[in-house]
Every structure is written in C-alpha cells, then in structure tokens.
C-alpha cells in the first residue's frame, strides 16, 4: 500500500488549497478513503470521509461548508478542496485507506494506522 499526499502549501486565511492523495498498491476503487490531520490545536483529527463510488461523503464539524472531499477512481486518487481556510486548519494532512474492503464504515476508528508521509498546509492570518 502506498499513499502519496500532496497539494499543500501556504496560503492567507479565506485562501483555498486542493489537496490530492495518490494511492497505488491496493484495488482504491473498493476502498473508503479518509482524510486525517494533526493540528497543534486539537492534535490528530479525522476530517473526512468518502465512500467508494464516491457519493456519500461526510465531514468533521469544523470543516464542514468549507472543505468538499472527491475521488476519481480511474486515477486512483483522491481530493480535497479546502475554501475559506482558516489559521486552525494549519496542520499536517494524511490521506488513509479503509480497513476493509468494500466495508461501508464513514466513523474516525475505520481506516488503517499507516499513512503517506502527510502535506503540510499553513494558513496565515
């Protein structure tokens, strides 16, 4: 399994950044794709999720409205659009797959412990 973060940068706050997760070694398109960050704030936190075909798409509170999660699965990659950033959303991004195939599971305690090595986004206020 390899997961590949990148798309970060640094960008004022109300900025927008798009992230994308490039995954190789697994069948992606029957595995839930999450996306995790670690915040100096709140530490390790789950930011979203999206499900296989892409569909069904769910969000921390405090991202919510703000950033959109997509995938394509003809590339074997997924997206994060991130609008309206704020200085809390600083923070280094890991993308995650499930640990199970084609197991429906949107919840923070769903995909595997090992990452790519993450993008660091840093927004300035």
């Known amino acids: 399994v390899e997961l590949l973060e990148s798309g970060g940068g640094l960008v004022q706050s109300g900025g927008s950044l798009r992230l994308s997760c490039a995954a190789s070694g697994f069948m992606f398109s029957r595995y839930w794709m999450y996306w995790i960050r670690q915040t100096s704030g709140k530490g390790l936190e789950w930011v979203s999720s999206?499900?296989?075909?892409?569909?069904?798409?769910y969000y921390a509170d405090s991202v919510k409205g703000r950033f959109t999660v997509s995938r394509d699965n003809t590339k074997n990659t997924m997206y994060l659009q991130m609008n309206n950033l704020k200085s809390e959303d600083t923070g280094e991004y890991f993308c995650?797959?499930?640990?199970?195939?084609?197991?429906?599971?949107?919840?923070?305690?769903?995909?595997?412990?090992?990452w790519g090595p993450g993008t660091q986004v840093t927004v300035s206020s």
């Open positions: 995650a797959k499930g640990k199970k195939m084609d197991v429906a599971c949107p919840g923070s305690g769903c995909y595997d412990p090992y």
């Open positions: 999206i499900n296989i075909g892409g569909d069904n798409t």
